[in-house]
């Protein structure tokens, strides 16, 4: 046995899997956009947690790059209460990152930050440069941005590139927060939508969760027609398959899976990728050992679910308060928990169970807390589902609640 061959599958939030299953649809229409000059329409990527936006947007990079557009940006995960000038530094600084290196020759004026009248022809656009641009010219967060994103694209005009792509993971976490005064999700979506007005070749795509789009819609309603909407979905039986068969079948895989044991993956991840490699990981792992004892090949999946239960739902699960619990817990026992429910759901059904019932408007209240966390989400019908793959059935193994006896 070749004993060299490492474990392919790769669980792991962004980490790239040996074979990325599906996804033609979208990336179809990720390559459309790619095409367009006059910037009509941008990308919202959205999906539940593990669904695999993160890696498909690193897909759609490589695709944009060898199209000849440059692509900036980051994952905002980290960005806590992120205000408009923090909002406008990050994009500086992720523009800089593509305009440091390249020699553009210019003749900007004293008016947005050079001392003298001549300025020089030839520049790097470091953070430096960008800042102190920033910094000079008079009027509002907005206003300075814009201008320095026309002048960076007058200095690419003209090369062979097609325009800039800026892509924001986890977009969700930016909020307005208008008791601060603070809009930067308003901020951001102006800004785009003015220089894709003068045809500046400056796209926009925004990865999160579902909550992500009601919240652009919610700050400017033009956001409607701003996007593309790509809803990721779990992968099909077909595409499951090919994600857990594909890396095994490279030459030199000691093991192989049977179809039983495929299908059994199939049926308990139910085509959710992040499941899909964290069990097939696991199972890989175990083969090789029992392979090694000269055992036959079986998969122990309660105890992989234990693991799964500890690795990837616990964290999230522990953060939640013990009310929040109970109310998560009666979601679980909806026939439709897995699809998608309404608070008079909720209330109905609190009241079969040994706790306190719950009201419609404090339903309503509590939701809208657990959508803040990334747990559930409000769907374009008012009707909520879980953001978290399987919820559900996790909730269902910790036996929580006792019902009432009639
Ligand atoms: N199409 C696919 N085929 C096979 N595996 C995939 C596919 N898409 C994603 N994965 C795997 O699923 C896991 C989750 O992917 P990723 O981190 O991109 O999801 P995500 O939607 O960004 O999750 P989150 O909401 O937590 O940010 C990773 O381990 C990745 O390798
Ligand atoms: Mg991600």
Excluded at 80 to 90: D, F, G, N, Q, V
Excluded at 217 to 240: G, H
Excluded at 379 to 390: D, I, M, Q, T, W
């Amino acid at each position: 046995m070749n004993k060299t061959f490492e474990n392919p599958f790769k669980p792991g939030a962004g980490h790239s899997p040996p074979y990325l299953a599906g996804r033609e649809k979208e990336t179809k229409e990720f390559l459309k956009l790619t095409n367009q000059t006059t910037i009509l329409e941008n990308m919202v990527l959205t999906g539940l947690r593990g669904v695999g936006k993160t890696v498909l947007l690193s897909k759609f990079k490589a695709l944009a790059i060898q199209k000849h557009w440059l692509w900036v940006g980051t994952d905002l995960s980290e960005a806590a209460s992120i205000s408009e000038e923090t909002l406008a530094k990050r994009l500086l600084t992720d523009l800089s990152l593509v305009t440091s290196s390249i020699l553009f020759t210019t003749n900007i004026k004293k008016s947005i930050g050079f001392k003298s009248d001549s300025v020089a022809k030839k520049i790097y656009f470091t953070y430096d440069v960008l800042l102190a641009m920033y910094q000079n010219m008079p009027g509002l967060v907005a206003d300075k941005l814009k201008m320095i994103l026309e002048i960076i694209w007058k200095c690419l005009e003209g090369s062979n590139t097609k325009g800039i792509i800026f892509a924001y993971d986890e977009a969700q976490t930016i909020y307005d927060n208008p008791k601060k005064e603070q809009y930067p999700v308003a901020l951001l979506l102006d800004i785009f939508q003015s220089i894709q007005r003068k045809d500046i070749p400056f796209m926009l795509i925004l990865t999160g969760l579902p909550t992500l789009f009601p919240k652009l819609v919610d700050s400017r309603t033009f956001a409607e027609r701003m996007f593309r909407i790509v809803f990721l979905k779990k992968l099909n039986e077909k595409e499951s398959q090919e994600a857990i068969v594909q890396p095994i079948r490279k030459a030199e895989c000691p093991i192989s899976f049977t179809d039983e044991s495929v299908g059994l993956i199939i049926k308990e991840t139910k085509g959710y990728p992040y499941f899909i490699q964290f069990m097939c990981k696991e199972v890989f792992d175990i083969f090789i050992q029992q392979q090694e004892r000269g055992q036959r090949e079986t998969v122990p999946m309660a105890e992989i679910i234990r693991k799964l239960d500890t690795d990837f739902f616990s964290g999230r699960w522990a953060r939640a308060t013990d009310r929040q619990r109970e109310l998560l817990s009666i979601v679980a026992k909806l026939k439709n928990a897995e699809y998608e429910f309404t608070v008079q759901d909720i209330v109905e059904e609190s009241k079969n169970h040994k706790i306190t019932s719950f009201s419609g408007s404090h339903v309503n209240q509590m939701l809208l807390t657990l959508a803040n966390a990334g747990l559930v989400y409000k769907n374009r019908h008012g009707k909520y589902s879980f953001a978290v793959p399987l919820l559900n059935r996790y909730i269902l193994r910790q036996h929580l609640l006792e019902t009432k006896d009639v």
